[in-house]
């Protein structure tokens, strides 16, 4: 992705099923997987915690006035099922959907299906939807 263009928008905020402050987990000394900060996972061992600050993505796709989104990847480290909450109104203009699902989220699936997609793929946790056709 060329980060230089107009077509990328990069939002210094976690997403949440609200607009507010969380507390984000930052694993210490995390070797094998540098992106796994995460606004729900408990830890015990070995993190800081920092305040960030969180919005719904319909809030955020609002306020940039878009009225069509391409893709949308989500790998949010179980976050999911809080930002499925704030997000209802940019499905609507989304048409392809890429999110990481963990086992204990999978009913999700359904949940996203209902809203007008239809998976296509899997590899691993991540799972690919496209919009539904117009009948």
């Known amino acids: 992705m060329n980060f230089n263009s107009n077509k990328a928008i990069l939002i210094n905020k976690a997403i949440s099923d609200k607009k507010g402050i969380a507390k984000l987990t930052i694993l210490v000394d995390i070797k ?74 999978e009913w999700i699936i359904d949940e996203i299906i209902n809203l007008d997609f239809k998976l296509v793929d899997r590899i691993k946790s991540n799972y690919f939807f496209i919009k539904k056709p117009n009948n």
């Open 32 to 105: 094998d997987n540098r992106g796994a900060y995460s606004i729900v996972q408990n830890v015990k061992n070995n993190f800081i915690m920092e305040e960030v600050q969180v919005d719904t993505l319909d809030n955020i796709i609002s306020s940039l006035d878009l009225n069509k989104i391409d893709l949308i990847k989500i790998d949010i480290e179980g976050a999911l099922v809080v930002a499925l909450k704030g997000m209802s109104n940019t499905l609507k203009i989304t048409d392809k959907l890429i999110v990481e699902i963990w086992e204990k989220d």
